[in-house]
């Protein structure tokens, strides 16, 4: 028998050092520009903050994640709200994850 686990670990995701920048430079360049350049940057100063009383960059790593998925999705979810359909019933994704802050 080996001593070696039968699985990989998981490798925490890291964003590259650029990163934050770059998605900054994404953001402003979206047209939803003016709401979501201020709610990064709020996001960003908390999560920094945290992360010098911590020492840990878990909080920043969180925030670029979080909006890397927000500007990924962004197409689609236009698409669905160009299409008409109907999302009255919809249910509030801050609540089913639980809000951080």
């Not at 402003?28 to 999560?47: G, Y």
Request: no cysteine; charged share 25%; glycine share 4%.
């Amino acid at each position: 028998m080996s001593a070696q686990p039968d699985h990989a670990p998981v490798t925490p995701y890291a964003p590259a050092p650029g990163a934050p920048a770059e998605l900054l430079a994404q953001l402003r360049a979206d047209r939803r520009a003016a709401q979501w350049v201020p709610a990064f940057e709020r996001e960003w100063t908390v999560a920094l903050e945290e992360s010098r009383a911590t020492f840990s960059l878990a909080a920043l790593y969180e925030v670029v994640q979080e909006w890397q998925g927000r500007l990924a999705s962004a197409p689609a979810v236009d698409a669905f709200v160009a299409s008409g359909y109907d999302d009255s019933e919809f249910i509030d994704m801050a609540e089913v994850r639980g809000r951080r802050r």
